[in-house]
């Protein structure tokens, strides 16, 4: 008997057996943190988030997140949860825990809500120990000092999570949280600048 193929899952779709930690090999724990965004998506509902990966996705543009979008930008009538209900620095952690589903791309909202300074980095790196999501944010800002080494907030917190042990797939790469920099003439002279 002949297999069927297996069928690509369109991005939209929530699978959640496939989160990233699967493709990173470690494991997940039960999040106190990933329990409250359950209460909080049902107490901010937004319009066509079908999983919590959409809604924080959501939550990100609120707070002016451009880098990465869904097909609504933003949902109509959504009121997201103000900071003092989920702080900056707890979505950063939420979007970078490995029990996410596997979408590369809202890697990037947490990149440009720490390249924009949005997060005080000790904060971060504490809430990103305690939700497993220091190993990821530590191979963001791997990939973030690749683009500008100065960058005082990605330096901090790569000080602060730097004993966390690489990942054994990549993220994503370099590229896709940085933007070229053209100059006068519109031309690209191999400048880069995070997205912030």
């Keep these: 008997m002949k297999e069927e193929p297996a069928r690509p899952i369109p991005s939209h779709a929530c699978d959640p057996s496939q989160p ?27 319009a066509g988030a ?22 609504i930008h933003p949902p109509a009538g959504f009121r ?6 989920l702080s900056t620095e707890e979505l950063v952690a939420a979007i970078a825990q490995p029990q996410n589903l596997d979408r590369p791309q809202i890697l990037r909202a947490a990149a440009e809500l720490v390249s ?9 790196a504490a809430v990103a120990r305690r939700e497993r999501a220091d190993r990821v944010l530590a191979e963001l800002g791997r990939q973030a000092l690749h ?12 000080g602060a999570l730097g004993d966390a042990r690489p990942l054994r797939s990549p993220l994503l790469h370099w590229t896709r949280i940085a933007f070229p920099v053209p100059d006068e003439r519109g031309v690209c002279r191999g400048l880069w600048r995070l997205v912030a």
Excluded at 23 to 28: F, M, N
Excluded at 116 to 124: C, H, I, T
Excluded at 148 to 155: N, Y
Aim: glycine share 4%; aromatic share 2%; charged share 25%.
């Design 80 to 85: 997201p949860p103000s900071v003092s209900e």
């Design 50 to 71: 079908a999983c919590v990966e959409d809604w924080l996705l959501d939550v990100a543009q609120a707070r002016g997140v451009r880098s990465v979008t869904r097909d």
């Design 20 to 46: 990233l930690a699967r493709r990173l090999g470690i494991t997940v724990h039960v999040s106190p943190l990933r329990m409250r965004l359950r209460r909080l998506m049902a107490e901010h509902p937004s």
């Design 147 to 158: 683009v500008e080494p100065a960058h005082s907030v990605w330096h901090a917190l790569a």
């Design 116 to 124: 924009r300074g949005d997060v005080d980095p000790s904060m971060l």
